[in-house]
């Protein structure tokens, strides 16, 4: 099935792109709020990426499985230059909807601002890697992609990816490790680490979630 | 997946990374807005389809192709008619290679598409129609279209008119070349049949099918539905309506 997608992506047919959209549209999307902690920008980063998909069609391997690795790198490529990309596009994203700064449901909203807090947390977390470790991170782990996959969506051999995740794993504890002595001098060993998709308090009392984790 | 050593060891390592990090929450792209941000590249993949063959010059191997390609895509209309038992009419003189030809059968309509011309039956029968799928189905036919499900939270300050599925307060639309697009409408006793040529929607223009009771009484989704084109930016929802049915006091006295 992927095949013909990819043939149909290949050849510009516009029915397969509505069908990439619909089947990968709110993973690049999910992928481009974590990495901002911004709705907007998301927005304009998957639009950015299907127009991108679009003018890179013919790069796209005959054979293959799922395009989500292709897309997320196409994502992964508008995030780190978003002006270049949309200066790339200056004519369709004038005619971009505008962003939606309000939800249309009470319900969204209050999921989303409970969302704001939970992503500035591992927005915050995130930011003390290296931004080539960060985006092997984020594809692997947070969109749960294997190493072959980011290795497809970045372009880049697996060892690579396979040595970027060790050294984010070794960044990463050795943040742990000074975060626990010092919170451990600071406030005694009182915290408990919050439910995972429950509301933080704020970034802070989220870090300590690295404490109750190695217990 | 396949479970292999490999894939568990990934798996584990994913699982402890993943502890060293608060979650990331899982933010979702609202349904409005997944429609709006798709029309957006369809019409901007629409408008590259429109602008670009003109620039080419024709020659004979072109005028090969826009004979071979009809005739290819009968064939595939066939195939897929033969597959699904629905008999389709292929048309030799077909063009508009963006319409992708053959019958889709879903619970509660019919969608059929020829190479000119677009039919869609909605049952008229109680059955929850799935619109999203209807949208996806249309767009997997290549037809520049907005399915709207009423909404009843929708603030776009449109409003609907008496009991009937009319519109007040769209911006641009309705756009007044319906007809020239072929678009007709038909009570037909066993369902209401919608008619559309797509190749003759204006540019700018979008179908837009609206179901106003598919959230408040889905069962009785296809008792009011309607079609037309709209101009400029669609509206980012349309309102939902209530079903009364005129029979019930008479269903109580009985």
Not at chain 1, 98 to 113: K, S, T, Y
Not at chain 2, 10 to 34: F, G, I, K, T, V
Not at chain 2, 77 to 95: D, E, F, K, N
Request: proline share 6%; charged share 20%; with cysteine.
């Amino acid at each position: 099935m992927d095949i013909s997608i990819r043939a149909g992506v290949r050849a510009g047919n516009p029915a397969a792109f509505g069908q990439i959209f619909e089947e990968h549209g709110r993973a690049v999307h999910r992928y481009a709020v974590r990495v901002t902690g911004d709705w907007a920008t998301a927005e304009d980063v998957v639009s950015l990426t299907f127009l991108e998909a679009w003018r890179l069609r013919a790069k796209v391997e005959p054979d293959g499985e799922s395009l989500r690795p292709w897309l997320l790198g196409i994502a992964t490529n508008v995030l780190r230059n978003t002006r270049r990309a949309a200066r790339r596009h200056t004519n369709a994203m004038a005619h971009l909807p505008l962003p939606a700064v309000v939800p249309d449901f009470a319900d969204e909203l209050a999921g989303r601002i409970a969302d704001a807090a939970q992503l500035a947390a591992a927005k915050a977390a995130l930011e003390q890697l290296r931004p080539a470790e960060r985006e092997v991170f984020a594809l692997c782990v947070w969109e749960g992609l294997d190493h072959a996959a980011v290795a497809e969506a970045l372009g880049k051999p697996v060892g690579t990816i396979r040595s970027r995740l060790s050294r984010a794993r070794k960044r990463l504890q050795e943040l742990t490790e000074k975060q626990l002595s010092a919170s451990a001098s600071a406030q005694g060993n009182m915290q408990r680490r919050p439910a995972r998709g429950q509301v933080l308090d704020d970034c802070a009392s989220a870090a300590t979630t690295l404490k109750e984790t190695h217990r | 997946m396949n479970a292999t050593p490999q894939s568990r060891s990934e798996q584990a390592e994913r699982e402890e990374l993943a502890r060293l990090l608060p979650a990331a929450a899982d933010p979702d792209l609202s349904p409005s807005r997944h429609l709006l941000l798709k029309e957006h590249l369809m019409n901007t993949v629409a408008d590259h389809h429109r602008t670009t063959p003109a620039k080419r010059p024709r020659s004979r191997r072109t005028l090969a192709l826009r004979i071979a390609i009809p005739a290819g895509l009968a064939a595939a209309g066939i195939a897929i008619a033969s597959l699904t038992g629905h008999p389709l009419s292929s048309s030799p003189q077909a063009s508009g290679p963006t319409v992708t030809t053959g019958t889709i059968s879903a619970v509660g309509y019919t969608l059929q598409s020829s190479n000119h011309l677009v039919t869609l039956t909605v049952v008229n029968a109680e059955n929850k129609i799935d619109l999203a799928g209807l949208q996806h189905n249309l767009d997997r036919l290549g037809i520049r279209a907005h399915v709207y499900a009423g909404d009843p939270g929708c603030s776009d300050g449109i409003r609907a008119v008496g009991n009937a599925p009319d519109l007040e307060g769209l911006r641009d639309a309705p756009a007044g070349d319906a007809a020239k697009s072929g678009l007709t409408f038909a009570d037909q006793g066993q369902g209401t049949v919608m008619e559309v040529v797509p190749d003759k929607i204006p540019a700018g223009d979008t179908l837009f099918l609206y179901f106003p009771l598919a959230e408040t009484s889905p069962v009785n989704t296809f008792r009011d539905w309607v079609a037309g084109l709209l101009q400029g930016t669609a509206p980012t929802c349309l309102p939902a309506q209530t079903y009364t049915n005129p029979f019930a006091a008479q269903e109580h006295q009985h």
